[in-house]
């Protein structure tokens, strides 16, 4: 079938399945379960209303629980036999992984990545916000600064790896370094440690806009009658933007912060694409990869280490947003 056909048979199918689901269940409930009528009526009434909430959820929470909540389970049963999934190990995966220099080293820097990137594009987000909110040109300012965003994250990762290339015909940086200071060429992604934050900057130049646009609807929202106030007390520029404007917006920046860091977490593709985790910048993605398709039951190990380490920054992350919304 053509893949035209395929694509409006599939949303025939999945808004007419929907809107079937939801008119014959609500059916169900006030004509056969709960009645609108007899001596009953005001008691049925009250009931099927506590209910259709559950029946518009039912969907969202059937999807979650089979491929979410199910094949987290089964991963974690997975992780805990060997690597043919023969026998039952119990935790020796877990204590191999903790116990593995590589496991350790990837660990670190995911540490390091966590600390660095959200840190880094949050502020220069911020910055970013504040500077091209009091330009005649901010606007086309935004616009360039958000333009990373959508480039994805191999393409933002093939960009930079021109920037970073050994031969100063193609790489910027040694170029500069050749050209200007008459230095020999580097290959910035062997350099021990400090080639981590090579890779770093290219995720913080991507999430910059997104800290950036999401900061400055939260400047734009601070009431203009403490700014006013802080200018008659004498306040200068910088006390204005980091003791009136920052803690107002501190919750923002909170759940900018812990938004970004989620993603830090999971990142995989810029590390593949770079050095492919070698060269000492293995994260646990990446390191989960290497054993993909030969050791089943270390991956899932690592998976469940890493769903462990998230799981916690995106409660946090939802607690804040929570209190956003009050």
């Not at 599939?10 to 609500?26: D, E, K, L, M, R």
């Not at 036999?81 to 039952?88: A, C, K, P, Q, T």
């Amino acid at each position: 079938m053509h893949p035209l056909f395929q694509g409006i048979i599939t949303i025939i199918i999945g808004v007419g399945g929907c809107v079937g689901y939801f008119y014959a269940s609500n059916l169900v409930l006030d004509k056969v379960i709960y009645p609108a009528r007899g001596a009953n009526i005001s008691r049925n009434i009250r009931r099927a209303n506590e209910v259709r909430p559950w029946l518009f959820l039912f969907p969202a929470i059937f999807v979650l629980g089979l491929y979410l909540v199910y094949p987290v389970i089964g991963s974690f049963w997975r992780s805990l036999f060997n690597r043919s999934g023969d026998d039952f190990i119990g935790l020796g995966n877990y204590i191999t992984l903790f116990g593995s220099d590589e496991f350790q080293t990837a660990v670190f820097n995911n540490i390091l990545w966590a600390i660095v990137v959200p840190a880094g594009a949050t502020f220069i987000g911020l910055v970013a916000a504040q500077l091209t909110d009091r330009l005649s040109w901010g606007n086309i300012a935004k616009s360039l600064i958000f333009m990373p965003m959508a480039i994805s994250f191999v393409g933002a990762s093939l960009i930079w790896k021109f920037v970073y290339a050994f031969d100063t015909d193609i790489g910027l940086i040694n170029a500069i370094i050749v050209g200007l200071f008459g230095g020999e060429p580097v290959d910035v992604l062997q350099i021990p440690f400090w080639n981590n934050f090579f890779l770093m900057f290219i995720l913080i130049w991507i999430q910059t806009g997104f800290a950036m646009v999401i900061l400055s609807a939260a400047l734009r929202g601070i009431p203009e009658e403490t700014i006013e106030a802080a200018i008659i007390d004498g306040a200068n520029p910088f006390q204005i933007f980091f003791k009136i404007k920052v803690p107002q917006i501190m919750g923002t920046i909170v759940v900018v912060w812990t938004t970004i860091t989620i993603l830090v977490l999971k990142v995989f593709d810029i590390v593949y694409t770079m050095t492919g985790g070698n060269f000492g910048t293995e994260i646990l993605p990446s390191y989960m990869m290497t054993f993909m398709f030969r050791d089943d039951g270390r991956a899932t190990a690592v998976a469940i280490v890493i769903m462990v380490i998230v799981t916690p920054v995106m409660v946090w992350n939802i607690m804040q947003s929570r209190k956003e919304l009050r």
